[in-house]
């Protein structure tokens, strides 16, 4: 069983790791498939200067699919063991789901701004 957390606005991957709106996490059985969804509020301001990341690792979460997120953000989240996959994009349930298939990379870029233009998501795969 994992725990995957993804920075969320409406119910589209949130571009901004310490801005966004709520984190969804996603909790998986021994198979992989999600077997519960929740909702997590996002504290205000920074995401590397919140406790955000700890909190986060008291609920379980040991991955975070993101789009794009700072140096600080990307520390503290490693400091606290939460692997950080980066360049996430569109729907956050195909985003859960494709990285449990294997089909999602972290793209090793830092917080710079990109358009992410068309339907679906956009991650290195």
């Given at each position: 069983?994992?725990?995957?957390?993804?920075?969320t606005?409406?119910?589209?991957?949130?571009?901004?790791?310490?801005?966004?709106?709520?984190?969804?996490?996603?909790?998986?059985?021994?198979?992989?498939?999600?077997?519960?969804?929740?909702?997590?509020?996002?504290?205000?301001?920074?995401?590397?200067?919140?406790?955000?990341?700890?909190?986060l690792?008291?609920?379980?979460?040991?991955?975070?699919?993101?789009?794009?997120?700072?140096?600080?953000?990307?520390?503290?989240?490693?400091?606290?063991?939460?692997?950080?996959?980066?360049?996430?994009?569109?729907?956050?349930?195909?985003?859960?789901?494709?990285?449990?298939?294997?089909?999602?990379?972290?793209?090793?870029?830092?917080?710079?701004?990109?358009?992410?233009?068309?339907?679906?998501?956009?991650?290195?795969h």
């Amino acid at each position: 069983m994992i725990k995957l957390a993804v920075p969320t606005r409406g119910n589209i991957v949130d571009d901004h790791f310490g801005h966004c709106e709520m984190y969804t996490i996603f909790t998986t059985d021994e198979n992989n498939k999600i077997i519960k969804t929740e909702i997590l509020p996002s504290p205000q301001g920074c995401g590397c200067k919140s406790n955000i990341a700890y909190d986060l690792k008291e609920i379980g979460v040991s991955v975070m699919l993101a789009g794009n997120m700072g140096g600080g953000a990307l520390n503290v989240l490693n400091n606290q063991g939460i692997k950080v996959v980066r360049g996430c994009s569109g729907d956050v349930t195909k985003v859960a789901e494709d990285y449990l298939k294997g089909q999602i990379s972290d793209s090793g870029e830092g917080c710079h701004h990109r358009d992410h233009a068309g339907e679906g998501h956009v991650c290195n795969h």
